[in-house]
């Protein structure tokens, strides 16, 4: 239970709720009885993983879309915590995998160029935004946004309000004369995952003036390793609706209780890798590359090919973090300096090559070296780490071929490895 109370505070848990948390998890660990094939340790991780995902929501929850259209939803938060971007998220979201119409309207008159802003995330998402009208007020702009939808049959209207860098009354008397112009269906608070603490102290004040009805967080890619969402679960009482991953309009993924869970306790999250690997990795080249490892070939234009699914992906730190066991080797992974500027650096240097070298990297010899450094603004000592990682890769694909499916089975990732190195 102490190590489970580190994993808690070290994922930015508030202390109140690791209190309460602990005490809920060892009422219901003390007298459960040990599976024969596991240890009671394991036992223990199993119930404070219960517990988690108990506290956590025991389930995702869906946006609310059932009401009479258009369905309002209404964006709350502190300046800087990502509302204006979650709004075009949340919008290209509904448009995509929900097949809604979706109209988008800032009511920020405060913010320099704020409605500008979303003007712009419409445009870049196909995503009809209200048209600008200087000096309108923001109870003025959201009753014009509503008229406008309904005329002209929007299924769904979000309201961009403004934000502040503290709580304070001013924006919360205008916030809930907004929210009563509107009558919103969901009222969305943003909050940023990196704000630690602070963030549950901000999301009660916004739940007794606005009622707040969900939770969307955002940078939770970043390193904190999701604990601001059980302290706002377990203090708000609030469901957690959805989760921003990164900067990108489609970087928005719908909350999952279990997942968020195993990353607190620094147990990976495999399921959101798979799916985002299944998202971005093309099936074509995938089948591709399946089948040149059966015969055990694989060229530079392979590893190429490799090096650019691993940017779509999000790069290095972004696939590594989402690994079980990670966060066991934090400090060994901040010294191996994960940077993803290495992969275009990669990239630049195969595609200085030409065809034929790409496909018989032995032609490369010292002249064509100096040429292929000079083409991608590397060194020549660069271009030979790259070749030799090639050919550690390839050497891996022909033992692939050699020993085959029961051969890999028998000796596990052990018999893939070079003589003397152990996995």
């Known amino acids: 239970m102490r190590e489970v109370r580190v994993a808690l505070l070290e994922a930015d848990v508030a202390l109140p709720v690791v209190k309460s948390f602990i005490k809920k998890a060892k009422a219901k660990a003390v007298g459960t009885e040990v599976l024969k094939s596991i240890n009671p340790g394991q036992m223990v991780i199993k119930v404070v993983h219960d517990q988690l995902v108990e506290t956590l929501g025991s389930e995702s929850q869906e946006l609310n879309l059932i009401a009479v259209p258009p369905v309002v939803y209404m964006m709350v938060g502190l300046q800087g915590s990502g509302k204006t971007t979650s709004t075009a998220k949340i919008a290209k979201y509904l448009t995509e995998k929900q097949n809604k119409k979706v109209m988008m309207a800032s009511l920020d008159v405060r913010r320099p160029a704020a409605q500008e802003q979303l003007r712009v995330l419409g445009e870049q998402t196909g995503i009809t935004t209200l048209p600008i009208v200087e000096g309108q007020q923001p109870v003025e702009i959201a009753k014009r946004a509503l008229q406008s939808a309904r005329l002209q049959g929007f299924d769904v209207v979000m309201l961009d309000t403004a934000g502040r860098l503290h ?30 603490q602070d963030a549950v102290n901000v ?13 969307v967080m955002t940078r939770i890619d970043g390193d904190g390793r999701g604990g601001a969402a059980l302290s706002m679960r377990e203090i708000t009482g609030c469901p957690i609706k959805l989760l921003g991953t990164g900067e990108k309009l489609d970087e928005l993924e719908v909350f999952h209780p279990d997942r968020i869970a195993n990353r607190i306790l620094g147990m990976g999250d495999v399921v959101s890798l798979v799916e985002k690997a299944a998202a971005t990795i093309e099936k074509d080249e995938a089948e591709k590359l399946a089948l040149k490892m059966q015969k055990g070939v694989f060229d530079l ?28 080797m934090k400090k060994q992974l901040e010294n ?10 990669q990239l630049a240097m195969i595609e200085s090559m030409t065809p034929k070298e790409r496909r018989n990297p032995k032609l490369i010899a010292a002249s064509r070296k100096k040429r292929i450094a000079a083409g991608s603004g590397m060194s020549v000592q660069d271009v030979n780490r790259l070749l030799k990682q090639h050919k550690q890769m390839a050497d891996m694909m022909k033992k692939v071929k050699k020993l085959g499916n029961k051969g890999i089975a028998r000796g596990g990732l052990q018999s893939l490895l070079p003589p003397g190195m152990k996995f």
Not at 167 to 196: C, F, I, K, N, R
Not at 203 to 215: H, L, M, N, S
Not at 336 to 343: E, Q, V
Request: net charge negative.
């Open 203 to 215: 999301a009660q004040q916004f739940k007794e003036r606005v009622d707040v009805t969900g939770i």
């Open 167 to 196: 709580v304070d009354e001013q924006l919360m008397v205008e916030m809930q004369a907004v929210h009563s112009e509107s009558a919103p269906t969901e009222t969305l608070l943003v909050v940023d995952s990196l704000t630690g």
């Open 301 to 328: 234009d392979d590893l190429a090919s490799q090096l650019r699914q691993m940017m779509k992906m999000g790069g290095m730190g972004s696939l590594v973090g989402m690994l079980p066991g990670v966060g066991k």
């Open 336 to 345: 191996a300096n994960l940077d993803d500027k290495l992969l275009k650096r």
